[in-house]
Nanobody
Framework: QVQLVESGGGLVQAGGSLRLSCVGS????????VGWFRQAPGKAREVVSC????????SYADSVQGRFTIYKDNTQNMVSLQMNDLKPEDTAIYYC??????????????????????WGQGTQVTVSS
């Protein structure tokens, strides 16, 4: 089972950008679809974006569509999330996870954490207004 470690969070003003990284160890990410999730204070964890194992199928939450881009580099065993035009409502702890779903036609459907996924510490993103 792969272990994932998130990094890249920080404090940024509204309209700014951050790039989060999720590095895998113990196994190759080529064998896994990966997703980014976030949890704001007092709210449930929600899916942000997911990417398939190898064919590049992607999905985005409506709230981040057009602002966030997910990348997967299997040679680096890493998944990144480029976040542009950040808004205060993007403030949350961001987590990456191995996910299950279906990739078709460039899209990734029904993204949800795998049963054997183990959540890491996450990385805090704070967007000031």
């Amino acid at each position: 089972q792969v272990q994932l470690v998130e990094s890249g969070g920080g404090l940024v003003q509204a309209g700014g950008s951050l790039r989060l990284s999720c590095v895998g160890s113990g196994d190759t990410l080529e064998d896994y679809a990966v997703g980014w999730f976030r949890q704001a204070p007092g709210k449930a964890r929600e899916v942000v974006s997911c990417i398939s194992r190898t064919d590049g199928g992607r999905s985005y939450a409506d709230s981040v569509q057009g602002r966030f881009t997910i990348y997967k580099d299997n040679t680096q065993n890493m998944v990144s999330l480029q976040m542009n035009d950040l808004k205060p409502e993007d403030t949350a702890i961001y987590y990456c996870a191995t996910v299950a779903g279906t990739s078709s036609g460039g899209n990734f459907y029904v993204c949800q954490p795998r049963r054997d996924n183990s959540w890491g510490q996450g990385t805090q993103v704070t967007v000031s207004s």
